[in-house]
C-alpha cells in the first residue's frame, strides 16, 4: 500500500482561506474559516487486510517499502462505493493473481498511527502467484507453523487462528 501523507488542512482547499479548529462533539474538526462550508473530520480510513489461504497455507507478502525480512497480510484501500468483502477479492487478485473466493469476515481492527480502520477478511483462493508493483516478495506459511505478530493485522490473523481452533 502506497503512504500518504494526512492532510493538515491548514487552509480551505475549496475557497483557500485559513481554517481553524472547531469542536464538534467529542471531535476536533478543522473548519473554513471564510466558512464557505469546507470541515475536515479526520475519519478513519477504511483498509481491508485479507488472509490469503491457499491449499498450502497462507499468503504473507513483503511491500517494497517495507524493511527487509518484514512480511504481512496483503491489504488495501477500499475503493470508491466498494463494500470491502469486494474489497478482499479485489485486492487478492490485483496484488497476487489468485482468484479469490469464500471470504469470511474476521473482525475490525484500529491502526493508530495511520487512523485506518481495518476491516479484516479471510479468502479462499487458488491459481499462480503473481505480484504487482507494491510487492517484491511473498512466502506460503503452512497454518501449522504461522506466528502473529504485533499489531493490527498480527491481531487479526491471532483471532482468526484462535476461531479456526475451535
Ligand atoms: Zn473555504
Not at 500518504?4 to 482561506?17: D, K, L, S, T, W
Request: with cysteine.
Amino acid at each position: 500500500m502506497s503512504e500518504f501523507i494526512v492532510p493538515e488542512y491548514r487552509y480551505c482547499p475549496q475557497c483557500g482561506a485559513k481554517t481553524k479548529d472547531r469542536k464538534i462533539d467529542e471531535q476536533v474538526v478543522k473548519v473554513c474559516a471564510a466558512k464557505c462550508g469546507f470541515g475536515f473530520f479526520n475519519n478513519p480510513t477504511p483498509v481491508v487486510a485479507v488472509i490469503v489461504e491457499t491449499p498450502e497455507g497462507v499468503v504473507l507478502a513483503h511491500d517494497v517499502s517495507w524493511p527487509k525480512g518484514m512480511i504481512s497480510v496483503i491489504t488495501g484501500y477500499v475503493d470508491p462505493h466498494e463494500i470491502p468483502q469486494q474489497t478482499a477479492i479485489r485486492e487478492t487478485h490485483e496484488e497476487l493473481g489468485l482468484n479469490a473466493y469464500d471470504p469470511q469476515f474476521v473482525g475490525h481492527y484500529m491502526f493508530h498511527q495511520k487512523n485506518q480502520l481495518i476491516i479484516a477478511y479471510a479468502v479462499k483462493a487458488q491459481g499462480e502467484i503473481t505480484l504487482n508493483h507494491e510487492l517484491d516478495d511473498y512466502r506460503i506459511i503452512p497454518i501449522e507453523k504461522l506466528k502473529v505478530w504485533l499489531g493490527p493485522t498480527g491481531n487479526a490473523v491471532a483471532d482468526w487462528l484462535a476461531n479456526k481452533k475451535r
